[in-house]
């Protein structure tokens, strides 16, 4: 059975070097400034740490989740839900705490990670089938399936360079529900392109969602989060508000938001 366990974990992003030019020594004057004396609605904590100024993106997270829980994170922009995903998908090391992960994990973050700009839509598709290792017969299924799912026309013979956001959330959308992992993370962009495509992938998701043990995926629609949850993780400037029940959890994000105006 899948598991996460984090157990007082941060994380923090070196910011600028003092040795910078002299437009980001005064950013970074200003910010070191003020420190401690404004309360921003966005964003990590800033703090001084020994290398200089840094953002506290992740402080002291400690949570375990099981198989079959769906877990959304909330929060402000710049709250830490993205790093969390990607601390979860070993893609970044943490500063301090532990994290242990049970079970073959897939990271959908960035549409565009793994593929090459300069290579038509097709060609990356058989980029992707030989990094899976898949056989003549499973990359042709591969193609075909792509193909139709992404809807790019012409497009996907022409270099990914040309294309556009959405037409990139396209492709990198197909690609990425390919593998059936044992626990999916996923960040909002899969919400990107046009209403037609949302509908798509939604239908693409779910069938996704139930092969996976636990999903933990980001989103700023409350909607799809009260839907698609068993649970909900709030968090704020890098520290988790509260941690339970969809409902319970996002009406009082609402309430906070409504307040903090
Ligand atoms: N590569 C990076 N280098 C430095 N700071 C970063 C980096 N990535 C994120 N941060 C900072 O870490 C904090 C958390 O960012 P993160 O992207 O995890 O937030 P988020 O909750 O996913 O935000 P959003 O809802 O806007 O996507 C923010 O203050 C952000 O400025």
Redesign the pocket.
């Known amino acids: 059975m899948a598991h996460i366990s984090l157990q007082n974990l941060s994380l923090s992003?070196?910011?600028l070097h003092g040795s910078a030019r002299s437009l980001k020594k005064t950013l970074f004057a200003r910010a070191r400034a003020s420190l401690g004396s404004t309360k921003s609605k966005?964003?990590?904590a800033l703090q001084n740490g020994v290398s200089g100024l840094e953002?506290l993106?992740?402080k002291d997270i400690t949570f375990d989740v099981e198989g079959g829980e769906r877990l959304g994170?909330v929060?402000?922009?710049?709250?830490?839900?993205?790093?969390?995903?990607?601390v979860l998908g070993g893609i970044y090391e943490t500063s301090s705490g532990s994290l242990s992960v049970e079970g073959e994990t897939h990271a959908m973050i960035n549409p565009g990670s793994g593929m090459n700009q300069e290579l038509t839509g097709r060609e990356n598709v058989h980029l992707f089938a030989r990094r899976l290792q898949l056989d003549v017969k499973e990359t042709e299924a591969l193609e075909a399936d792509v193909e139709a799912f992404a809807e790019l026309g012409p497009f996907f013979d022409l270099p990914l360079r040309l294309y556009s956001a959405g037409m990139s959330v396209r492709l990198g959308f197909a690609l990425a529900t390919v593998p059936r992992p044992q626990i999916l993370l996923m960040?909002?962009w899969f919400m990107a392109g046009d209403s037609n495509f949302q509908a798509k992938a939604r239908v693409r998701l779910e069938s996704m969602v139930e092969t996976a043990e636990i999903l933990v995926f980001?989103s700023?629609s409350l909607d799809i989060l009260r839907e698609w949850c068993t649970r909900v993780l709030w968090?704020e400037?890098?520290k988790i508000v509260m941690d339970g029940k969809p409902d319970a959890v996002l009406d009082a994000y609402e309430a906070f938001v409504a307040e903090s105006g």
């Open positions: 992003y070196p910011v966005v964003g990590g953002v993106a992740l994170l929060g402000h922009n710049g709250a830490g839900k993205t790093t969390l995903l990607r960040d909002e980001t700023h968090l400037a890098g």
